[in-house]
């Protein structure tokens, strides 16, 4: 049984992975949005950290390692590189705005405790009742890609999905094979340093990196 002490620990870091979903919808720079992805990553890093030492499995303390590594410092400083170089660097007039988005996301992390209530009732353990958190923020994470317009913030929701499915992965399953997060991360990577060679071209050819303007241009 995971002590009190631990088990609060986990609690804040999971919170925090939901709240760093939250603050996505309500900030528009995008430097701050690839700020709390840096946070998300962090979180998690420390939610796997702690399962690893409570069950004393070191092959999820190296995931934790790889999580904190990958989405902590890697991606987030390579999605920084893309904004730094666009003049843009400000989601100003996603589709749905930022109160209505709020209030999606209040509606979200409602539906994932309804949604996940039979799953949590089978074991009611302290790491089962978060699930919920998780799937809020996965589904935050593809509310995210469908309302923003700027290339980066479509990777940033694709991102927060990534983290919310993690997040319920190591919650339900007490952590996932070393292989399984090795390859999601390289995943990860892959479609950032894509998105960096693209926005490079577009903002050649272009000057900016918003994908609702090329639309435009397309049609």
């Not at 030492?53 to 400083?77: E, Q, R, Y």
């Not at 999605?79 to 589709?95: F, H, K, N, Q, Y």
């Not at 399953?173 to 990860?188: I, R």
């Amino acid at each position: 049984m995971m002590s009190g002490a631990l088990v609060e620990v986990v609690e804040l870091a999971a919170g925090t992975v939901l709240v760093g979903a939250v603050l996505v919808l309500w900030r528009r720079e995008l430097r701050a949005m690839i700020s709390v992805l840096a946070l998300q990553g962090g979180a998690l890093a420390t939610v796997a950290a702690v399962i690893a030492f409570h069950n004393g499995d070191g092959g999820l303390g190296t995931v934790a390692g790889i999580v904190l590594l990958a989405k902590g410092v890697v991606v987030p400083s390579l999605l920084a590189r893309v904004v730094d170089a666009d003049p843009r660097s400000r989601e100003t007039a996603p589709l749905v705005n930022v109160p209505s988005s709020l209030v999606a996301a209040g509606g979200f992390v409602v539906l994932s405790y309804l949604v996940t209530g039979p799953v949590v009732a089978l074991d009611r353990g302290p790491l089962t009742r978060l699930a919920p958190l998780g799937l809020a923020t996965v589904l935050i994470g593809f509310f995210v890609l469908v309302t923003r317009r700027k290339a980066v913030s479509q990777i940033v929701g694709l991102l927060l999905v990534d983290n919310g499915v993690a997040l319920v992965a190591f919650l339900l399953t007490a952590g996932v094979p070393m292989l399984v997060e090795l390859g999601a991360s390289l995943d990860v990577l892959l479609v950032v340093v894509v998105l960096q060679v693209l926005a490079t071209t577009m903002r050649a050819r272009f000057g900016h990196v918003d994908l609702d303007q090329l639309r435009e241009l397309h049609d």
